[in-house]
């Protein structure tokens, strides 16, 4: 059973646009979710994160919206660049596990 | 400050053959985790240590994989004998403390033939 739906799959957008990434729980038990970013032959790299007791968090041009009653939490990346080209994931936490989403692939076109 | 380490940074075996992996984690950090991330899909936690002492094995096929944390610092994990679906990253991660920032090492991407 996947913990995190994450979507979609692989996204396009032109440089300067904004980029909306989705994700969806079940276990309201989760009490962390974080976003990573992975380049190629990469480990993920902790990105931004927010904890359910709050509804909006925003780091430079990342932000990370959070609907508690709805289970669903996404990152929006304004004025996005080239350099933001990598796979986007999604997670959620409770205690010690980590459940990760399927990833997304953000190509920015320049 | 260091990252993560892992070596070797890719291994092609063939089936039945077996294979192993090390992690020295970032220093001080006594939380370390292994994943296994098939293409195209998110990182799966396969083990967790907190010191030298498995926190978390639960998705860790124990047949044939096996992980070790001697010490509290550096990890091995061993694939004894591996399959095909085993092809994958696996990546090795550390933090501070089981609630703390994971730090991902590069990874080791296995192929087996």
């Known amino acids: 059973q996947q913990q995190v739906k994450q979507s979609p799959q692989s996204l396009i957008v032109q440089k300067g646009g904004i980029s909306i990434i989705n994700c969806a729980y079940e276990n309201t038990a989760f009490d962390y979710f974080p976003w990573y970013q992975q380049f190629p032959g990469k480990g993920p790299a902790l990105l931004i994160a927010i904890r359910p007791d709050v509804s909006e968090k925003k780091e430079g041009r990342f932000t990370i919206s959070f609907n508690k009653s709805a289970k669903q939490f996404s990152l929006h990346i304004m004025d996005s660049q080239p350099g933001d080209s990598a796979t986007y994931f999604c997670a959620a936490s409770n205690f010690n596990k980590f459940y990760f989403g399927s990833g997304t692939k953000l190509n920015v076109k320049p | 400050e260091a990252g993560v380490a892992q070596s070797p940074r890719y291994k092609i075996i063939e089936k039945r053959q077996s294979v192993a992996f090390w992690c020295n984690p970032i220093?001080?950090?006594?939380?370390l985790y292994w994943y296994q991330q098939i293409l195209g899909q998110g990182p799966k936690l396969l083990i967790q240590?907190?010191?030298?002492?498995?926190?978390?094995d639960s998705q860790l096929p124990k047949d044939r994989f096996s992980a070790e944390r001697l010490k509290g610092v550096d990890s091995t994990l061993k694939i004894q004998p591996a399959k095909l679906e085993d092809s994958a990253v696996y990546l090795c991660a550390s933090s501070r403390g089981w609630k703390d920032t994971q730090y991902f090492g590069p990874g080791t991407r296995l192929t087996v033939l």
């Open positions: 220093s001080g950090h006594a939380t």
């Open positions: 240590f907190q010191n030298n002492g498995v926190v978390d």
